[in-house]
C-alpha cells in the first residue's frame, strides 16, 4: 500500500496446472483491497521505503526495554527497522517495524519484541513478543528427579542420533565438541550445542574413547546432564526433517550450509524458546526441570521451521495458536520417534518429563485439551481470553484424532501432511477453518510424497479422515473429491440451528435425511445443502444426538453428532476479595437479592428468576458496589442472539467508570425473534478496568444473571416526509415512524393519480420551476394513509461566495471528519493560493447521526498566539453558511477536536463544509471575507459533502 508492505497482507493462492486459481487461503483486512497494490513477485521500490535520518530505532527499543525493567543493563542484538503500513482500527497508518533480540542478565529476562511505531508521532500502537516460549516440561535420556537416571550408551559406527540412541560428537583425542558440521544440503545430525548464554562456541569436555561426557547436576537443578539431553534431543528433531519433501527439497532451515544451534543452561527460567537465530533452554526453576526433553526441542525447532519456510504469522490471534499447534505436533513427533525406536509409545502429552507436580501431568494434553484448565478442545468453547499455546488446543486434538482414529497413521506421518499444507498455504493471518481447509487440500502433495503411510489410503480416503477430525472439534472442511455427510450446530435460545457442511462430489445433487431424536427414523428431509434444519433445545438431557444422512443412488454416507444442551458460556473469574466487589444489581426496578464477595471472583446467579426487558426500548439497570469509595469500571454483556457467548456485535451493552450506584439507561435492539426467550446478561465490575466478557477481574468481580424479552405494542404509523429542492430536482427523504415492513408506498404530484415514484425515499425532476404539492400515501392491510407538502422549486442555486487572504502566514494542515464507520484526513499540509482551495474529497453524513471534526493550523516561528478557527456546514443547502451552521468557532494553539451533530431537518444530497482559520479575531468571523495584504493573513477551505438518510 503506497509502496510499504502492509502488516498481515500475505495470502497463499494454489494454481491448476493450466495456471488457474484454485483455492485462495489466509485473510486481508477488512477494507484494505480496493486500496492495496498487488505486486506478486516483484521487488518494492525502495526509493519508498527510506527511514527517517533522525528516527532512532535503538533508543525507542531501548526505552522499551526500561519498562519491562529498570534494573540491570539491556543488551540489544540484531535490530531491524523496516517502514510499513499499519492498519490501526480499519485506518492505514504510516509506521516502522521494528524487529530486535535483547537480554538482561541481571533480570533474567529474554525478549524479542516486534514494535509498531507511529512514524509522525512515534507511539508505540502496536507490541508482540515473539520470542516463542515454550515454558512446559522436558526429559531427556540423561533424566531428572521425575523420571530418573537415563543413560547414555557407546555405540560404534553411529550414523545419526535416532538409530544410535544417543547424541553424536566430534572427538579429537580426549576433547569431544557438541558440534556436527554441515553436510551440504542434508539435514543430517549438524547441531551446534553450546552451554550457557554467552557461549560463543560449541560445548566441548573431556572425553575417552567412547566420547563419555562425565556431569552429574541432580544435586543442583534435579537433573543429571542436561547439555547431553539437549544434544540427543536436537540432534532426532533436526533429522526428521530429512524424511518430509518439502523440507528435504529446500535444506535446513532453507540455508543448505546452516546448523541448528542450541543454547543449554539459559539461565534458571521455566521457559524454553526460538529468538530467530537459536534455541535456548533454560534449566527451568518453579515448575519445570531442565527443558531438554524431546517435545520441547521438537516444539521450538516447529517454530524456526514456520519462520523459515512459511509467512504464517506466530505472534497474534488463531495464527498464533495454529503455530503452537504445528509446534507440539512436531514436539509429539520426536517423542515418537524415540519412543519406537526404545520399544515404547508417545504419551499424547507436552512436557510431561519436565514438569515438576507429578509425572501424570503435562504442560498440555492431546486426547482432551481441557485437562490443563485453560485450553479449549473445540472451536466452539473459544472466547477472546483463549490466547497462543492454549488456543492450539483444538488443531492438537483434530491431530490426535486423525492419528489414533485411523489404521496405519502415525505422529510422524501426521505431522508430514501438516508440514506439506504450512509449506503449501499456510500465510499471514489464518482462521482456524482456512488453515484446517489448506489441510484438506494439501492430501493429494501429501500422499504423493509420503510413502510411510500405507498404500491403501487413497487421496479420497485420507481427505475424508482429515474432514472427521476436524469436525471432532467443530471446524468444518468441504472438498468437491469425496462424499462425506458432515452437518455444524448453532445455538439459537431455546433451539438449535443445524447447518449442512456436507461434501460431495456428484454435481447432481444429493438428498439429505435428518434423524433428529436417535430413533433411526428420519424426521425431516432437505434437498439443497444451503437449507438449514431446526431442533429444539431439551435441558433436561445432557446431550441431544443429531445423526444425517446423504443419499445419491446407492452411495449412502451418516455422520453422527451428540449436541450438548447446556448453557456452554465461558466462565470467568477474578480477584475475590472483599474490597472490590458487586453488591447488588436491579433491572426496570426489579432488584435481584444482594450478594457479598465470591472467593472465585464470580458468581453465577442464572438459576433465579429472569427479570424482563423490553425489546426497542430503554431499559433502566441500576449497579451498586460493594463501597462509594471510588470509581471502577463497569461492563455489561447480554447473549442477544442466544448463542451462549458474549462476542456478536452489539452485546457490550456498558462500559463505563462510575462511582458508588448509579443507574444505566440500556437500549435493546428490536428483534421479533427474541421476543419471549430467555437469555443471560452478565456484569462486570473491575477497578483494573478490565471490559472483556470472560477474563480475569485483578479488581473486582463478574456475575451472572437471566433476562427474559418482550416486545411492547406497536404504536399506529405516523406518516412524514422531508422534501429539499436543488434547481429543479427534488430529493424527498421519508421520514414515517412506527410503520411494519408490508406497507406499500406511493409518491403523488399535484392531482395525479399516477404515482411518479413507489420507493420509501424518492426524488423528481420538474421541466419548469413553480410551485408543487408532493403527496405521499401508504397502504396498509387495505387502508391508506396521507402526508402532502409543498415545496417551491427555482432554476438554479446561487453559487457559495469565494472568501480568501493575500497571506498565509497562519493557514490549514489538517481536516479530518470521523465517526461510526466513517475517518476522512480531507487535505494535505500545504497552503492555498491565495488564501482558498476547493477540494474534491467526498464525505457521506447521515442525519442525526454525531461526529467529530479535527482541524489543526499551522503559523510563523516562535508564534505561540491562539488564532480563530470556524467551520460550517450548508445543512439546509442554499448556498450560503448561516450562523446555525457552524459546528466550530474558537481560538486554538495549534490543533482542536469537536463533536456536532447532523440536524434532523436537514436536506438531502451534496452540499459544501466550509473550514476558515485567521489572524483577525473576531467572535462571529465572516464566512465569505477576503483578508487584503496588510490587515491580517488566513485561509479557507471547502469540501464536498453527501447528506444521506442512512
Not at 444482594?594 to 426497542?616: F, H, I, K, N, R
Request: proline share 4%.
Amino acid at each position: 500500500m503506497n509502496g510499504r508492505p502492509l502488516q498481515t497482507g500475505t495470502i497463499s493462492i494454489r494454481v491448476d496446472n493450466q495456471g488457474i486459481i484454485t483455492d485462495i487461503y489466509g485473510q486481508l483486512p477488512t477494507g484494505t483491497l480496493n486500496s492495496v497494490e498487488k505486486h506478486p513477485n516483484q521487488p518494492t521500490d525502495q526509493s519508498t521505503l527510506n527511514i527517517n535520518p533522525s528516527f532512532d530505532g535503538e533508543a525507542i527499543a531501548q526505552s522499551y526495554l526500561t519498562s519491562l525493567s529498570d534494573v540491570g543493563q539491556w543488551q540489544i542484538d540484531s535490530i531491524d527497522v523496516k517502514p510499513t503500513i499499519t492498519l490501526i482500527g480499519g485506518h492505514a497508518v504510516s509506521t516502522y517495524d521494528i524487529w530486535f533480540y535483547a537480554e538482561n542478565s541481571t533480570s533474567g529476562l529474554y525478549t524479542r519484541p516486534r514494535l509498531v511505531i507511529r512514524q509522525d508521532t512515534l507511539d508505540v500502537l502496536q507490541k508482540h513478543e515473539t520470542l516463542n516460549h515454550a515454558q512446559q516440561a522436558g526429559s531427556g535420556l540423561g533424566g531428572n528427579a521425575l523420571i530418573q537416571q537415563r543413560n547414555y550408551s557407546f555405540i560404534e559406527s553411529a550414523n545419526d542420533a535416532l538409530s544410535a540412541n544417543t547424541f553424536l560428537v566430534q572427538r579429537n583425542d580426549d576433547r569431544c565438541v557438541m558440534h556436527i558440521d554441515s553436510n551440504g544440503n542434508s539435514w543430517k545430525n549438524q547441531v551446534e550445542v553450546r552451554h550457557g548464554q554467552y557461549a560463543t562456541d560449541a560445548f566441548e569436555y573431556l572425553c575417552n574413547a567412547q566420547g563419555y561426557h562425565e556431569e552429574n547436576r541432580f544435586n543442583d537443578i534435579g537433573a543429571y546432564s542436561p547439555i547431553n539431553d539437549a544434544a540427543f534431543h536436537a540432534q532426532v528433531a533436526f533429522n526428521l526433517y530429512e524424511r518430509y519433501a518439502k523440507t528435504r527439497a529446500r535444506g535446513p532451515l532453507n540455508d543448505p550450509n546452516r546448523t541448528l544451534q542450541v543454547r543449554t543452561s539459559y539461565g534458571p527460567i521455566d521457559s524454553a524458546f526460538w529468538n530467530g537465530e537459536f534455541i535456548a533452554l533454560g534449566d527451568g526453576f518453579e515448575f519445570f526441570y531442565p527443558m531438554v526433553s524431546a517435545d520441547s526441542l521438537g516444539h521450538e525447532l516447529a517454530h524456526a521451521v514456520l519462520e523459515n519456510y512459511t509467512s504464517l504469522d506466530q505472534t497474534t490471534g488463531f495464527s498464533f495458536g495454529i503455530a503452537e499447534s504445528f509446534a507440539d505436533i512436531a514436539g509429539e513427533a520426536t517423542e515418537y520417534a524415540i519412543a519406537v525406536q526404545q520399544g515404547s509409545v508417545n504419551d499424547w502429552k507436552f512436557n510431561a518429563e519436565s514438569f515438576k507436580p507429578t509425572a501424570d501431568e503435562a504442560a498440555r494434553y492431546f486426547a482432551d485439551p481441557a485437562v490443563d484448565g485453560r485450553s479449549i478442545a473445540s472451536l466452539k468453547d473459544w472466547h477472546p481470553g483463549v490466547i497462543g499455546h492454549h488456543l492450539g488446543g483444538v488443531f492438537n486434538k483434530a491431530f490426535y484424532t486423525l492419528v489414533t482414529d485411523n489404521d496405519g497413521w502415525t505422529p510422524i506421518i501426521g505431522y508430514d501432511l501438516w508440514m506439506t499444507a504450512a509449506t503449501d498455504c499456510w500465510s499471514g493471518l489464518m482462521s482456524f477453518e482456512s488453515a484446517a481447509d489448506c489441510i484438506l487440500d494439501s492430501a493429494s502433495n501429501f500422499r504423493q510424497n509420503n510413502s510411510d503411510l500405507p498404500a491403501d489410503w487413497s487421496v479420497e480416503r485420507i481427505e475424508k479422515a482429515i474432514i472427521n477430525a476436524f469436525a471432532n472439534v467443530d471446524v468444518m472442511t468441504q472438498t468437491n473429491h469425496v462424499d462425506a455427510a458432515l452437518f455444524d450446530f448453532t445455538r439459537f435460545f431455546d433451539q438449535y440451528i443445524l447447518s449442512n457442511h456436507s461434501s460431495t462430489s456428484n454435481s447432481s445433487g444429493p438428498s439429505w435425511e435428518w434423524d433428529l431424536d436417535a430413533d433411526g427414523d428420519s424426521d425431516q428431509s432437505t434437498h439443497r445443502i444451503d437449507q438449514s434444519v431446526r431442533l429444539i433445545r431439551d435441558p433436561d438431557q445432557e446431550a441431544q444426538t443429531v445423526s444425517l444422512t446423504m443419499r445419491q443412488g446407492h452411495n449412502v454416507q451418516t455422520y453422527s453428532k451428540a449436541i450438548p444442551q447446556a448453557d456452554r458460556y465461558c466462565q470467568p473469574s477474578g480477584f475475590g476479595g472483599n474490597t472490590d466487589y458487586i453488591k447488588q444489581v436491579a433491572l426496570n426496578g426489579q432488584a435481584w437479592p444482594a450478594s457479598t464477595t465470591q472467593p472465585s471472583g464470580y458468581a453465577d446467579y442464572s438459576d433465579l428468576a429472569a427479570v424482563e426487558m423490553t425489546l426497542g426500548q430503554d431499559n433502566h439497570l441500576t449497579l451498586t458496589p460493594n463501597d462509594t469509595l471510588y470509581s471502577r469500571r463497569w461492563s455489561v454483556f447480554i447473549d442477544l442472539n442466544g448463542d451462549d457467548d458474549f462476542l456478536d456485535d452489539g452485546e457490550r451493552l456498558i462500559s463505563e467508570k462510575q462511582k458508588g450506584e448509579w443507574t444505566a439507561t440500556l437500549q435493546l435492539p428490536e428483534n421479533a425473534q427474541a421476543n419471549g426467550k430467555t437469555t443471560r446478561m452478565r456484569v462486570l465490575m473491575d477497578w483494573a478496568n478490565n471490559t472483556r466478557p470472560c477474563a480475569y477481574a485483578k479488581a473486582g468481580e463478574y456475575e451472572d444473571y437471566r433476562v427474559r424479552f418482550t416486545e411492547e405494542t406497536a404504536p399506529a404509523p405516523e406518516i412524514t416526509f422531508n422534501a429539499v429542492a436543488e434547481g429543479l430536482n427534488v430529493t424527498i427523504n421519508n421520514t414515517s415512524q412506527h410503520v411494519p415492513t408490508n406497507a406499500v408506498w406511493a409518491w403523488k404530484v399535484n392531482d395525479s393519480d399516477t404515482p411518479f415514484a413507489t420507493s420509501y425515499n424518492a426524488s423528481i425532476t420538474f421541466e419548469s420551476p413553480g410551485t408543487y404539492r408532493i403527496t405521499l400515501e401508504m397502504t396498509l392491510d387495505g387502508k391508506t394513509s396521507k402526508a402532502t407538502k409543498t415545496v417551491e422549486v427555482s432554476a438554479t442555486n446561487d453559487d457559495y461566495c469565494l472568501p480568501g487572504s493575500d497571506s498565509d502566514d497562519v493557514h490549514l494542515t489538517f481536516v479530518a471528519l470521523s465517526g461510526t464507520g466513517l475517518y476522512d484526513e480531507l487535505k494535505s499540509e500545504t497552503a492555498a493560493d491565495n488564501g482558498y482551495r476547493l477540494f474534491d474529497t467526498q464525505s457521506t453524513l447521515v442525519l442525526t447521526k454525531k461526529y467529530y471534526l479535527d482541524v489543526k493550523i499551522d503559523k510563523p516561528t516562535y508564534d505561540f498566539n491562539a488564532y480563530r478557527v470556524s467551520a460550517w456546514i450548508d445543512f439546509n443547502r442554499d448556498g450560503s453558511f448561516a450562523n446555525e451552521e457552524r459546528v466550530m468557532n474558537r481560538k486554538i494553539s495549534h490543533s482542536h477536536f469537536q463533536q456536532f451533530e447532523v440536524p434532523t431537518e436537514s436536506g438531502l444530497g451534496e452540499t459544501r463544509m466550509r473550514v476558515l482559520t485567521q489572524s483577525i479575531d473576531v467572535s462571529n468571523p465572516d464566512p465569505c471575507r477576503f483578508i487584503p495584504d496588510g490587515e491580517g493573513s488566513g485561509e479557507v477551505e471547502d469540501y464536498p459533502i453527501t447528506l444521506s438518510s442512512g
